[in-house]
């Protein structure tokens, strides 16, 4: 982690923590998903480095070192996206891959829409192709007590997260969200009530680790790490016909909670994804969870090289 460079880049207005390694010609721009952080990306930056290319990661407005916005209950997906593009601007980065997790994988999706012209390729785990807006997660297709509801609702996430420390908090999301299954409370209880306190971190998550993520939430906070993307998930982000053309990856863990959400294993498996990336690969991991790049580093390092390598 040494070789890993911490910088404040001004991006519209906010300043951004940004992270870089690596000086290849061609970039790739790591986005991260809740809870996670730019470190997330921690074992992907060195591989990617350590392979020829620049890496960068950042963390989004309202997380970790970066800003808030103005207003962060008027947040949303759009912003993410202007900011990635306007983030390639200041660093002088003509055309980048993106890669995107959880919901990383929206601005990742909307900046390829948009912008095809900056990016070389596109990079989503645990996501398929979604663009924020009603049509793009139905809320009255999920379960009614699902963690994504009940974070959608103003003060009800903060109420549930503040009977406990940052700390507890992610390493109750980190453990929730490795299960295979959905996560839904019953009428009489919250989300962070889903979590055994005595349930043991993964393997692969050291309590290092778990540091690293507290300290940085607990510099941010959740308010507009629970708005975007929770909040503003059905606000329409204006793209009509949407397609990805650039070359894709869907690197799907089969033990990823996602698989279960409605109609989603159907989406990919079946190939209807593809009527809106038509250069898209998807790769199925047999052991994968929804935290498959810190789960499954090598694994995950070795396919996102072999991608790059052939685009």
């Known amino acids: 982690m040494e070789k890993i460079q911490h910088s ?3 991006v519209r207005g906010l300043k951004l923590h940004v992270v870089q390694t690596g000086t290849g010609p061609k970039v790739v721009l790591f986005l991260h998903g809740f809870p996670e952080i730019w470190y997330s990306w921690r074992h992907q930056m060195i591989a990617m480095a350590n392979a020829g290319y620049r890496a960068v990661a950042f963390d989004f407005r309202g997380c970790g070192l970066s800003d808030h916005p103005p207003e962060p209950e008027r947040a949303n997906f759009n912003d993410l996206a202007d900011d990635v593009v306007a983030l390639l601007d200041s660093l002088a ?21 948009t912008h095809p012209e900056r990016v070389l390729g596109v990079i989503t785990l645990g996501v398929p192709f979604l663009i ?34 940052v700390k507890t908090v992610v390493r109750n999301i980190y453990i929730l969200f490795c299960r295979c299954e959905l996560q839904v409370a019953g009428d009489n209880e919250e989300i962070m009530d889903l979590v055994d306190p005595s349930t043991p971190l993964p393997p692969w998550f050291t ?28 606000l329409d982000c204006g793209i009509t016909n949407p397609k990805v053309i650039a070359p894709s990856l869907l690197i799907m863990g089969e033990k990823d909670y996602v698989m279960k959400s409605p109609g989603m294993e159907d989406y990919i498996r079946k190939g209807i994804v593809k009527q809106f990336m038509p250069n898209l690969d998807i790769i199925f991991m047999s052991e994968g969870n929804h935290f498959v790049q810190e789960q499954l580093p090598e694994q995950v390092n070795e396919l996102i090289l072999s991608f790059l390598t052939k685009n």
Request: charged share 20%; with cysteine.
């Open 8 to 10: 404040h880049v001004q």
């Open 93 to 113: 980065i003509d055309k980048a891959f993106l890669v995107g997790k959880d919901f990383g994988a929206f601005p990742a999706f909307t900046v390829a829409v």
């Open 132 to 165: 924020p807006g009603p049509l793009g997660v139905q809320f009255d297709l999920l379960p009614k007590g699902y963690y994504v509801i009940r974070w959608a609702e103003p003060g009800r996430a903060e109420a549930d997260f503040g009977r406990f420390d």
């Open 207 to 234: 309590e290092e680790d778990l540091d690293v993520y507290a300290t940085l939430y607990q510099n941010s906070g959740f308010r507009t790490a629970l708005q975007v993307p929770y909040r503003c998930m059905q």
